[in-house]
């Protein structure tokens, strides 16, 4: 028995529809018991599979902010407000959801905006197999209204070098360029607040 999106659920009308053609009665509704929770969320799997693809991509920026954290940024913590990573992994989930190879055709750009400009602190390429066919840009914020900590105060010319902070805390909002490479058309900017 193929399940299809006409077929409705146990309906007397539908089983002596095939129980007419022959069909045996307890298959039937066995059949059917299995196939209605399939019918009734028919997204399901794609929803599993979107929530996995999420996740990987927040524990990518993570990473990401961890190796960055002692070599670009001269920090010995990053502290990321709870749920940025998720919200910009869904973020480039959606602008990956039109590109023709998806989210394995992009190479991703990670900043951190300062005082002084943008420093870069790494590239992903999320599938290195494919060829890219566009590029995102993400643009963590720092955040401007942070303290020092005093301990900053206490470490500055003792043990460490003046360029070295204890921790950098990043703003909740992001910003997201997209750039096709397959087109000449203007690049997307996506502002996370």
Known sequence: ??????????????????????????????????????????????????????????????????????????????????????????????????????????VLYVHLEQDKGCKRLERIVYDATVVPTFELTLVFKQDGTAWPSLRDFFFMGTCFAPTFRHALKLSPGFRLVKKKLYSSSAGTVVEGC
């Not at 018991?33 to 979107?50: I, S, Y």
């Open 1 to 106: 028995m193929v399940a299809t999106s006409t077929l409705k659920t146990k309906s007397s009308e539908c089983i002596s529809d095939l129980v007419d053609r022959r069909w045996d009665r307890n298959c039937i509704e066995k059949e059917l018991d299995f196939w209605d929770p399939c019918l009734a969320e028919p997204n399901r799997n794609a929803d599993v599979a979107e929530d996995r693809t999420c996740q990987q991509l927040a524990k990518m920026f993570e990473n990401c902010l961890s190796r960055a954290k002692k070599t670009t940024l001269h920090c010995s913590s990053v502290l990321v407000p709870e749920k940025l990573t998720g919200r910009i992994a869904v973020e480039v989930l959606r602008l990956a959801s039109g590109e023709p190879c998806g989210l394995r055709g992009c």
